[in-house]
């Protein structure tokens, strides 16, 4: 259970932020050297020869904040000069929009339009304003979303809220932009929702859950699968074995459960590393259990030092086994439950 509420709790950030942030919180106003100032324009010159769009944001239309950071506005256009939506103009609106609190929120939308009509002409011109008044309005509105009556531990509290944000942003944009706008986001919510979904469906044994969440994992484009295959793969495998045991499962449940999350190559090895495992903690409690009679014994205490530091050598051969069994030797002689990988 520990480790289904850390993946909600991971939901709840990226979902609910989402949903119900509007804008960032202020930063404090820091003061700028002259030497500040000439690196933003360098980098600002740099920026304009990738976009298109001149140097002229030295100043007043970026934030002390942001003085020495590159302004991330690399908006593109078709062949005829209209704007492609994708997640670039995105980010372009976000950067301005993180200078609030350093700015109000009339000087920001000015700044925006002053530093864009230096860089582009009709029809984009229009377009691009067009889309950040809708996205300024977009944002505003998402602070008025309520929220969602279910059980903020079930998946329908987070579906609720993503199918909220989803209605809210198709009064404001068309589908086309939708996509450009949030299609990765998107990608990822839905991902996460439909993971949840299947964790918790009581119908579904642990096996079934590990072929749906594998199946879900095989959907996600490549780029997302290198970074969430880790994380999510052994977050699923703990969570199901710690299932499977909990109701007194079988090894071959845990198998099978195995062989639908990560295929049969993953499964040998975690078989292997299950057996090494169950080596060390027999090894340990039996080596603890000679210690503790050795301990208890009428031997002197160099002697009994002697003998436990033989019974060591003899059960635990290299010194990264002995440095590590001295973890459990602590634990256990403050009566701790020993720190066995499960």
């Given at each position: 259970?520990?480790?289904?509420?850390l993946?909600?709790?991971?939901?709840?950030?990226?979902?609910?932020a989402?949903?119900f942030?509007?804008?960032l919180?202020?930063?404090?106003?820091?003061?700028d050297?002259?030497?500040?100032?000439e690196?933003?324009?360098?980098?600002?010159a740099n920026?304009?020869?990738?976009?298109?769009?001149?140097n002229?944001?030295?100043?007043?239309?970026?934030s002390?904040s942001?003085?020495?950071?590159?302004?991330n506005?690399?908006?593109s256009?078709?062949?005829?000069?209209?704007l492609?939506?994708?997640e670039?103009?995105?980010?372009?609106?976000?950067?301005?929009?993180?200078?609030?609190?350093?700015?109000?929120?009339d000087?920001?939308?000015?700044?925006?339009?002053?530093?864009i009509?230096?860089?582009?002409?009709?029809?984009?011109?229009?377009?691009?304003y067009?889309?950040?008044?809708?996205y300024m309005q977009?944002?505003?509105?998402l602070?008025?979303?309520?929220?969602?009556s279910?059980?903020?531990?079930?998946p329908?509290?987070?579906?609720?809220?993503?199918?909220?944000?989803?209605n809210l942003?198709?009064?404001?944009?068309?589908?086309y932009?939708?996509?450009?706008?949030?299609?990765k986001?998107?990608?990822?919510?839905?991902?996460?929702?439909k993971?949840m979904?299947v964790?918790?469906?009581?119908?579904?044994?642990e096996s079934?859950k590990?072929k749906?969440?594998?199946?879900?994992?095989d959907?996600l484009?490549e780029?997302?699968?290198?970074?969430?295959?880790?994380?999510?793969?052994?977050?699923?495998?703990?969570?199901?074995?710690?299932?499977i045991?909990a109701?007194g499962?079988?090894?071959?449940?845990i198998?099978?459960m195995?062989?639908?999350?990560?295929?049969?190559?993953?499964?040998?090895?975690?078989?292997?590393?299950?057996?090494q495992r169950?080596?060390?903690?027999?090894?340990?409690?039996?080596?603890?259990?000679e210690?503790?009679?050795?301990?208890?014994?009428n031997?002197?205490?160099?002697?009994?030092?002697?003998a436990?530091?033989?019974l060591?050598?003899?059960?635990?051969?290299s010194?990264?086994?002995?440095?590590?069994?001295?973890?459990f030797?602590t634990?256990?002689?403050?009566?701790?439950?020993?720190?066995?990988?499960?």
């Amino acid at each position: 259970m520990q480790k289904n509420k850390l993946w909600l709790i991971l939901a709840i950030v990226i979902i609910a932020a989402a949903a119900f942030i509007y804008w960032l919180a202020p930063k404090d106003s820091q003061q700028d050297s002259q030497h500040n100032i000439e690196q933003q324009q360098s980098a600002a010159a740099n920026s304009s020869a990738a976009t298109g769009l001149p140097n002229a944001v030295g100043g007043s239309l970026i934030s002390a904040s942001q003085q020495d950071t590159e302004v991330n506005c690399q908006i593109s256009m078709d062949g005829s000069n209209r704007l492609i939506v994708n997640e670039q103009t995105r980010n372009c609106f976000e950067y301005f929009i993180t200078q609030y609190g350093e700015k109000s929120i009339d000087q920001i939308k000015k700044d925006f339009k002053t530093y864009i009509a230096q860089g582009h002409k009709e029809p984009a011109l229009s377009q691009i304003y067009d889309l950040w008044d809708r996205y300024m309005q977009y944002r505003e509105r998402l602070g008025d979303l309520v929220p969602p009556s279910e059980d903020k531990e079930s998946p329908q509290y987070y579906r609720a809220i993503y199918n909220s944000t989803q209605n809210l942003r198709k009064q404001f944009f068309s589908n086309y932009e939708i996509e450009g706008l949030f299609g990765k986001e998107n990608t990822y919510h839905e991902y996460t929702l439909k993971r949840m979904e299947v964790v918790n469906d009581k119908k579904l044994s642990e096996s079934e859950k590990a072929k749906k969440l594998k199946e879900l994992f095989d959907e996600l484009p490549e780029d997302w699968k290198e970074s969430l295959e880790q994380i999510n793969k052994l977050d699923d495998l703990r969570k199901l074995t710690a299932d499977i045991k909990a109701r007194g499962g079988s090894s071959e449940e845990i198998r099978q459960m195995r062989l639908n999350l990560v295929g049969p190559e993953a499964t040998q090895r975690l078989e292997t590393l299950d057996t090494q495992r169950s080596e060390w903690k027999g090894n340990v409690n039996q080596y603890l259990d000679e210690r503790d009679s050795i301990m208890k014994s009428n031997m002197s205490d160099s002697a009994k030092q002697q003998a436990v530091q033989q019974l060591r050598n003899q059960h635990f051969k290299s010194k990264e086994d002995q440095l590590r069994l001295s973890t459990f030797e602590t634990v256990h002689d403050q009566g701790g439950k020993l720190p066995f990988s499960e």
